[in-house]
């Protein structure tokens, strides 16, 4: 079966904002190299994190995949359809099977808005409810995320706590009963005791509707608990992909082991070895030559700060991005 | 020497807003050893320098037998920043934006010690070494914006730590930063410790961070505290329902996958707290007795407020 979304070697560079002196002062255009020339496919039905520190080119991918933004290069296919090739009539149709959650769920919801009609734009937007129908419509989509009471629908985002703002931006995403999801970040800004329930929510979820998730995340306990697959990015490349069991248990990548290495665990028993990882993510304006890890990397070699290493698939469907395992 | 370098006992600050009473902190009790971490779990309600609405309405903060609340402000202000310091959640709000980094550390100490100008950059260009900013020497004259966020945080451990202080109280010092920034910034504060014997009240709301620095922990709950203990003994058997809920309800790399159990309910309105124990309407284990207060007893050398263990 095909997967149900692919990305081949998706690429975007963003410009460097110019100023009125830079024709003087810079030589040629700079650009940040947000993603660059990524290639990864998310199976139906499947969890799929990316994860890596800010500015590694998680969200943008979630973006891209979206066509929320156009790619510098490189294709997506949804179902097997390039949707880069698209025209917009025909795209519109397919924005109805992707949805996406937003981080924050203090800035996601329009303050002025009523909860019934945040849940409700997306069905008025393809015809899907009129007046009439509305209110039944919006409470069915809510009760599948726990909030299923006549006396939520008139009353605005601020009366809500942090957690159930968040189940009202998942009401508005599953609303179209859409395949695939894209969760930028969907429990990072709430409070530890609310995370777990939007977690369990989102896989129940999953579950009912057979929805498709584009996980990203920096937590990695997070990602560890919800995830089938895992994409370890950094800045703008993919170092790894792995499925998630094998990721945690035996990481491939030095920078995935790194990063594994770095969670402080919740048990003090475990105060471990720690492999040090010096200084901070390189700029993606100029990102360093070779593997962009070789700059804080414990294992470098000669030949890392030459050459960039391909994808290689070590088996078990993982794949690795480094000279140690050619 | 005495062993309890602070000592708080029965503090509460409550603020005053048009709502009404927020009793942030009501009825707490800790103290903390010389050298020692005590991490501080809560939901974020933990504030021990009240701003103007808020004010300090009963209690002692015993440090070295004196007592802060007596103070005059002029009194006060000398131990502030010298001898018990701040570092915060939010370097980019708490640095100013204009002024270079360097003078940012200087002013501290400064203010608290008598030296000239040009000591005072010396020592400062020491400083930022020791938080581990390379080439500190002309970092001095840069502007917070050119830092990243984990190079503003060692920043502001280095305002903290500028005049040697005897308590360092770090709040969510890693909250926003990235896992392995965080390690450093962690790795940091506990090298620090060890060479210069500060005490440090580390307030989180990550259990992980918990575990890895802290000897005692003190868990919040709605501006009281709920249990006092040992980290080794509050991760192997916590006793209060909140800790136990807290403990269950995050996922841990490692564990069997089982689905995470949750609090459930939400943390209570801060302005008409209920009479009984604050934990509960939410607590799983709620009886009849929990109807009224539960008072922080010792049980077998452990500290709990919970009826379940009288």
């Known amino acids: 079966m095909d997967p149900l979304v692919q990305a081949k ?42 994860v890596g520190e800010t500015g590694s080119g998680k969200t943008t991918t979630g973006r891209l995949l979206l066509r929320a933004i156009e790619p510098t290069s490189g294709e997506v296919f949804f179902e097997g359809r390039n949707i880069l090739d698209l025209y917009a009539n ?11 959650i937003f981080q924050d769920p203090y800035a996601s919801l329009n303050p002025r808005m009523r909860i019934i009609d945040i849940v409700s734009e997306p069905l008025e937007v393809f015809s899907l409810a009129d007046r009439r129908d509305k209110r039944e419509k919006v409470i069915e989509v809510l009760k599948n995320v726990g909030l299923g009471s006549e006396d939520y629908l008139d009353r605005h985002p601020h009366e809500f706590s942090g957690g159930q703002r968040q189940r009202i931006g998942i009401a508005r995403a599953i609303a179209l009963k859409p395949k695939f999801i894209v969760a930028d970040e969907p429990v990072s800004a709430l409070d530890m005791s609310v995370r777990s329930e939007i977690l369990n929510l989102l896989i129940d979820l999953r579950d009912q509707f057979g929805l498709t998730y584009l996980f990203i995340a920096h937590d990695l306990s997070v990602v560890n608990y919800i995830s089938d ?26 920078y995935t082991k790194a990063l594994l290495n770095a969670i402080p665990v919740p048990d003090p028993v475990t105060r471990r070895e720690k492999l040090k990882i010096e200084g901070s993510i390189p700029s993606p304006i100029d990102p360093p030559k070779g593997c962009r890890f070789h700059t804080r990397c414990p294992f470098k070699k000669e030949a890392c700060s030459r050459d960039e290493p391909p994808l290689v698939y070590m088996g078990d469907g993982r794949f690795v991005a480094c000279h140690e395992y050619e | 020497m005495d062993k309890t370098i602070l000592k708080v006992q029965e503090l509460k600050t409550h603020f005053f807003t048009s709502y009404g009473t927020v009793k942030a902190v009501d009825g707490v009790d800790f103290h903390l050893e010389r050298g020692e971490t005590l991490g501080l779990v809560s939901l974020s309600i933990m504030r021990l320098i009240p701003d103007p609405p808020g004010k300090i309405i009963a209690g002692k903060i015993l440090f070295d037998d004196t007592n802060l609340l007596d103070l005059t402000d002029e009194e006060m202000r000398k131990i502030r920043g010298a001898k018990i310091a701040m570092s915060f959640q939010d370097p980019m709000t708490y640095l100013n934006p204009v002024k270079k980094v360097g ?12 030296i000239i100008k040009e000591d005072a950059k010396e020592k400062t ?16 004259n840069d502007y917070p914006h050119q830092f990243s966020g984990g190079m503003r945080q060692r920043i502001m451990i280095a305002i903290a730590l500028s005049c040697n202080p005897d308590i360092l109280i770090a709040d969510e ?18 090298e620090l410790q060890r060479n210069l014997n500060t005490s440090i009240i580390m307030i989180t709301h990550d259990l992980g961070v918990v575990a890895e620095v802290s000897d005692r922990v003190a868990v919040m709950y709605a501006g009281k ?13 916590p006793l209060h329902p909140y800790t136990q809920g807290l403990l269950n309800s995050i996922p841990i790399i490692g564990a069997e996958k089982k689905r995470l159990s949750s609090i459930g ?3 209570p309105n801060l302005i008409d707290p209920m009479p009984g124990c604050v934990f509960e309407p939410r607590c799983p284990k709620a009886m009849e007795s929990c109807k009224t207060r539960p008072i922080m007893k010792e049980i077998n050398g452990r500290i709990v407020a919970c009826h379940l263990y009288e």
Not at chain 2, 125 to 140: H, W
């Open chain 2, 173 to 190: 010092p890693t909250t926003n930063l990235d896992v392995l920034v965080q390690d450093q910034i962690l790795e940091l504060i506990k």
């Open chain 2, 125 to 140: 260009v020491n400083i930022m070494e020791l938080v581990g900013i390379p080439s500190a020497g002309s970092r001095y």
């Open chain 1, 9 to 50: 070697n998706l690429t975007k560079y963003f410009p460097v904002e110019k100023g009125p002196l830079s024709g003087i002062f810079k030589k040629q255009d700079e650009v940040v190299h947000a993603v660059d020339d990524i290639s990864f496919h998310i199976d139906q039905g499947e969890v799929f994190s990316l």
């Open chain 2, 265 to 267: 309910g939400v943390v």
């Open chain 1, 229 to 254: 697959r895992v994409g370890v990015m950094y800045v703008g490349k993919l170092l790894e992909t792995s499925n998630c069991d094998d990721l945690f248990n035996e990481p491939l990548h030095p």
């Open chain 1, 90 to 100: 025909e795209m519109r149709s397919i924005r109805r099977e992707m949805q996406i």
């Open chain 2, 103 to 114: 003078e940012q550390v200087a002013e501290a100490i400064l203010l608290h010690q008598d």
């Open chain 2, 225 to 237: 505290v709920v249990e006092i203990a040992d980290v080794m003994d509050l991760f192997k058997e």
